[in-house]
């Protein structure tokens, strides 16, 4: 076996995919921008900027807060990852943290850190899970036509008549609809 030869024919592909598998089911490039928003609001605060000669020392009297900001920003971002349940929490969460970073933290990280971390609580808050795709053969609306699957509480019922009067009233007051009364709170 020669060094240039991979552990398996394959292998970087099959991880590749499993990689995206796993990042398609959770809020990834949302968890990533508020990660990345976090680091330069922690960093600025403690950092010494060499200018030729000239020593910049950026320290504010609000490096703990900057500090404290930057983690709790980096720890969102990674929880987003590994718990996706709580993806509107953390994305109000690292908005409101980016906002407070504006005059804590050097205007948020001269702003870059700010501007990351609301657009990725943006972007957690908007995140949706996908709906599992299908077997294949059936679909979603195969299975509602043939009754199987459908729910008859929530199915919608025909009109009830020659089809000119009111179009399907499921408001339950209405005995012509089938409903009966079912859909109605009193």
Not at 3 to 30: D, I, N
Not at 83 to 91: E, L, N, P, S, V
Not at 128 to 149: C, I, R, V
């Amino acid at each position: 076996m020669s060094a240039e030869t991979s552990a398996a024919p394959g292998q970087l592909t099959r991880r590749r995919l499993q990689f995206r598998a796993w990042r398609g089911t959770r809020p990834f490039w949302a968890g990533l921008f508020i990660m990345i928003g976090g680091v330069p609001i922690m960093y600025f605060p403690y950092a010494h900027l060499q200018i030729g000669h000239l020593t910049l020392a950026m320290s504010t009297t609000a490096g703990a807060g900057s500090l404290i900001i930057g983690v709790l920003l980096v720890v969102l971002g990674i929880s987003l990852w590994f718990q996706k349940h709580i993806r509107t929490f953390a994305g109000v969460a690292a908005i409101l943290l980016g906002l407070v970073s504006i005059p804590v933290s050097n205007f948020g990280g001269f702003v870059v850190g700010f501007l990351f971390s609301l657009i990725g609580g943006a972007m957690a808050v908007a995140w949706a899970p996908g709906e599992p795709e299908p077997a294949e053969g059936t679909s979603g609306t195969a299975a509602a036509s043939q009754g199987t699957d459908a729910d008859p509480d929530t199915e919608a019922f025909e009109p009830v008549g020659d089809g000119t009067s009111v179009p399907n009233d499921l408001s339950g007051t209405s005995p012509a609809n089938g409903a009966n009364g079912r859909h109605s709170a009193g």
